[in-house]
């Protein structure tokens, strides 16, 4: 597979599959040196994220029914902007919602768009677990973006997710705020669930990034040389060795196989999530607004970093501001994990 994908990258005049991941499906307007000012500050913090993410990343049980979530949702984005509102009604007249319980489905979730006719399908299984809130809210970000596509271009390949995930990960940020009437008792540990889920993936989609672009660079490793390059970088972003799994690099991880080179963008993507969530904070209209530019920007045509200063949002290559949007979400769960003690 690497060395499949390295010809065809050869073939197209780059040095490996890695930069042509980049240019040819990502459409990343930046390249790997760019991304490491970022990589640096998320490894400056993955020991925090490691030590107490367990902690603030349990999401509560529920015995929801799907249309019981399906409403549940709606409320709340009725509450959110009148965009989601009117989109959200407009989703449940056409049908183009699909929400399951867990018996007999297919699991996962998604959201498919289409290209040319300005809709979408959302198809969720549930979890049993708060997650599902959170995730549900996730998925009609896609479907509000798919149903707004602005210049498409029908003839790029693959898509731009640094800004697609900022999308719907955004709306899950305006939605965990105004989601204390559905959740209730769970609402706090969903909230800080979401935001720590937000962490993580800083974290993770940073290793696999650096992971696969050495894999890809060093054609011919063996197995075990790659597994234990794995937990390398993984152990230098402060993930502990006993829970690093044995890597099993092409069968555990679903995205590396299919979607090579993909993960980091939910890191940038995540990140600008954290950004509408402290902007949001401070004044949700002002949050709201900027969500909107980006679910209207030119994400088919225009790479990230053009589409940030366009957004007026903050690049990951500011340094100083992605320490204060890290700490920001630090401070929100410590503070509420010691009011909750008091
Ligand atoms: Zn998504």
Known sequence: MIVVRNGLAKLN???DYADYADKEVYHRDYDAEKLEGFKDIVKLYGQEITEYGWYFYTFPTTDIEPQQLIDDVGLVMDDVSQLTSELYKKMLKMNECNVGDNEGRFVGSFENGSDLG???IIFLTLNDLTWDYKNLAHEFGHYVSSNCVVNNNALIQGA???IAE?????LEMLFILKAQDILEENYLSTYLGTIMDKLYALRDGSILDDFERYVYANE????DEINEKYREIALDYGCEDSLILKYTWLINIHHPFTDPMYYM???IAYYTALQILKLANEDYQEGVE???KL??????NKGYMEIMEDVGLDCFDDEDALVDTMIYAFDIMYDSYYNNMQ
């Open 265 to 267: 963008s939910y890191a």
């Open 295 to 300: 679910i209207n920007s030119d994400m088919f």
């Open 160 to 162: 731009n997710y640094d």
């Open 166 to 170: 900022a999308q719907s990960s955004g």
């Open 13 to 15: 005049g780059y040095a």
């Open 118 to 120: 300005k809709t979408g």
């Open 290 to 292: 900027n969500w909107i």
């Open 220 to 223: 011919g490793m063996s197995m």
